[in-house]
C-alpha cells in the first residue's frame, strides 16, 4: 500500500488541467458579465468590444506570468 502526504506537489498535468478548468471559468464569468450589461442597456456593444479588448490584455498578460 502507498500512502500519500498532503505535501506531495501535484503532476503537471494537473496542474495544467486545474488552469484549464480556471481558464474556462474566468472566461464564461466575463461573457456573462458583458452579456447582462448589454441586455440590461448599461454597455452599448461598442463598449463591450473594448472591454473585451482590455480584458484579452489582461489576461494575456496573467497567463504569460513566470511560473514559480
Do not use: I, N
Not at 503532476?11 to 480556471?22: F, L, P, Q
Not at 474566468?26 to 441586455?39: E, K
Amino acid at each position: 500500500m502507498s500512502t500519500s502526504t498532503s505535501s506531495a506537489k501535484p503532476s503537471a498535468e494537473t496542474t495544467r488541467d486545474r488552469r484549464a478548468a480556471a481558464d474556462a471559468f474566468v472566461f464564461l464569468v466575463a461573457v456573462a458579465a458583458l452579456l447582462t450589461l448589454v441586455l440590461v442597456g448599461h454597455a452599448t456593444p461598442d463598449a463591450v468590444a473594448e472591454y473585451g479588448a482590455a480584458l484579452t490584455a489582461l489576461y494575456g498578460s496573467w497567463h504569460h506570468r513566470a511560473q514559480p
